[in-house]
């Protein structure tokens, strides 16, 4: 991304923040990159859920996934995609749903990235679950398609991007996972 197209999502998200009643100050001592909205056209449908929704990625990124997916299956793991691209906009409403919920900025900036600031703009990000473990209170980092992910997520691409004490300030996170060409 160049310095001008930085600035100017740096701008974007502070905007939105400023639009949200969010004080600047609640994010300002993190370091968190900037991530482009990719171009819609840019993405495929990597799987639809049972609940009908589409999950997008990049073409590329899709492959990896479903190939990663397969191989899992193949090792007798489970893997569900819960959660693929979003655009700024859909961003921005995910906070707005939190603040309706009462929570404060402070807290759920924790798990949650500031619009512009979210690697699911990239369309290579992925949020993963495995069956009968539960998206809310479930534990994923302790199951088993979890550790298969340590083993061999790397093989298809795809890195942990919020381990333990990572320095962006987001809680630990084992279902997030990018695709990194």
Known sequence: MTLANQAALRHKTEQA???????QTVIAHRTLPFFEDIDEALLV???????GKRHRLT?????AWLEMKQAALQDGVALLLVSAWRSFDYQTDLIR??????????????ALAPPGCSEHHTGRAVDINTPGCD?????????????????????????LSFPPDNPWGFIYEPWHWCWNP
Request: proline residues 3%; without cysteine; aromatic residues 12%.
């Open 17 to 23: 923040l400023r639009e949200l009643g969010i004080n």
């Open 45 to 51: 449908v990597a799987e639809i859920d049972e609940n």
């Open 59 to 63: 073409k590329p990124a899709a492959g």
């Open 97 to 110: 749903l939190k603040q309706q919920r009462g929570i404060a900025p402070e807290t759920f900036f924790t």
């Open 135 to 159: 998206e809310v209170i479930g534990i994923f980092g302790e199951t088993l398609a979890f550790r298969w992910l340590k083993d061999n997520a790397t093989r298809f691409g795809f890195s």
